[in-house]
């Protein structure tokens, strides 16, 4: 019993630097056996950083012979080695789901000898937990680079969400850090996971009762940070990769700096937190909001603005385009405005049919007066009071640029 | 003008409304079991009436929209010492203007009650993360304390996801519990002892939890009031990891 107390400990400690454990976009009723899957996510618990926990995240194994330099399981790390047989993943999942402690499973693992054998035994542990003991919960599996294809086709039947983390943006940083992997080998299982999703979704059109391939779809990660890869090759890597592979979902995950090497930074750099958020800012722009990368940044500076959040950054780079007049533009045009989301600009849009949205409603539809006033009018006045400059506004938004801004914007999916 | 008492049911309540229109203004609606009656107040006993409950449930969604009918419900579940009157004040100004009325996002009343409705909503997905079972050997039981009344809300849940189990939810602040069985579940008054003595499979899995619990969280990124905001404390108490 202690022993499993400490392969789970092992496992779950070299896992928990993956920050891609959301759970959701996938409806699934259970079918008399144990579980199903809501389309929102759930939140079963918050760890003491503030981070969601829904999935169970755990390695198979940490034993790895490849040799990462910025991975705690590289093969000439001295750490302490496990792993678990699919039989203890499936017990442990489905004894931790009846207590509903978790909405599922997120499986990954390190290469023991190489992918094919290593991805044998994660579809063991699937096969367990679907067939066996019918388990209907939420599954995302880690793809390792270069498993071969007939095994991951087999593996997205059973599993919600697959991944293959791109981790570094570059073949010249893979080169330097992660020596046995390949930019095409991580690339090609992600554009086949996208061509059977694809396939996939073609046939369960034309016949009935075809099972789901990854129906969650497939998502990636990056490590931000370890390498020397600026925001502007970030954002447009991530753009590339929702454009060709429609993945559902990139995480940007800063590096702990865990390791002395001297490609990385010093242990005991902090981590780029703020860099990290403002690129989950930015990435929702790009998802939601209909901005391009070039427009968040470009070449001539290209990292994000760590003070500003990247959409008032694009704002006051672009006062020309401003005040707007909310009674009268479009909806892709007031979610460029800063203060006003999603929702809210849905909001004025389904007010203004019946009458004109006033300055005294905007607050109680939820927009944030204080940083949108500057950038429109309403009814045609302008409420901002102060000359349009974008120093000036700056100013009055944020008087201590500099004062500790708290990190709120976690992985909500 | 009469004060109407109900009998704490959402058919009581919505029968009420109907008397409202059909026989007597209300001059307020309240639980029976707690008025004060004052002598200077008339006040009437409502017998809660199928039929009249369900023309006033058809008529709100028709009338006014099923969005309306959803917000209602939710009031009535919600914790608010005067929900009754809320959904009084609400259900008069949707029947005069109708589907817009949850657009009227400036008037107070409608504010409120939207931030109400959302609340009740929000606690009870809440609630679908937070639930802890203990198997007792028999059925797996969990105690809650949430703000609203929201135990009606997780049944579908829970009791589709745990279709071949057996489970209690108990809400210890309101003395009632969810009992599932093989997917069928309803809502009962409860009061029973809840301290089982705690099986060593049970304990097993509840120091695997912990432990992970403890792991999981990042040290260089502690953020406790992060931590708090998402799960405030107040819900820690029924809590296997904390
Ligand atoms: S493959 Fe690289 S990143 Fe993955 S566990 Fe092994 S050393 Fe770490």
Redesign the interface.
Known sequence: MNQALEKLRILADAAKYDVSCASSGLERKNSNGIGNSKSFGICHSWASDGRCISLLKILLTNKCVYNCVYCVNRCSAETKRASLEPEEIAQITIEFYRRNYIEGLFLSSAVEINPDTTMEKMLKSLQLLRETYSFNGYIHAKIIPGTSSGLINKIGILADRISVNIELPSESSLQLLAPQKKLSAILSPMDHIHNKINENNDLRKKFKGIDKFAGAGQSTQMIIGASKENDYLILNAAQQMYHKFHLKRVYYSAYMPVVSSSLLPVPSSPPPLKRENRLYQADWLLRFYFFKADELIDLSSPFLDLDLDPKMSWALRNMHQFPIEINRVSYEELLRVPGIGVRSAYKIVAQRRRAAVKYEHLAKMGIVVKRAKYFITCCGKYYGKISLKPETIKNALFPEINAEQQLTFWDRN | MVDYLYDGSFEGLLTCVYLHYYEEPASGVFLESQYQSDLLRPYKCVVTSLTCSDKVYFAIRKKISPLALQNTYYLYLSNHIHKEMLVLEYLKKGFKIGI?ID?Q??DPLI?DIHILSKKVLAES?RF????????TGVF?Y?AIQPDHNILILLGD??S??????KFIIHDQRRSKALISSDGIWYITDFDSKTDFPLQKKEE??R???K???N?????????????A???PRRYWKN???I
Not at chain 2, 160 to 165: P, S, V
């Open positions: 817009s657009d996002h400036a504010h997905h679908l993360g937070l639930i802890r079972f203990t198997d797996l969990s849940h829970f589709d996801r745990l279709k071949n189990e097993y899995y120091s695997l939890w432990n992970y619990y792991h999981i969280g990042i040290g260089e990124r502690k953020n406790p009031k992060l931590q905001q998402y799960m809590l296997t990891e």
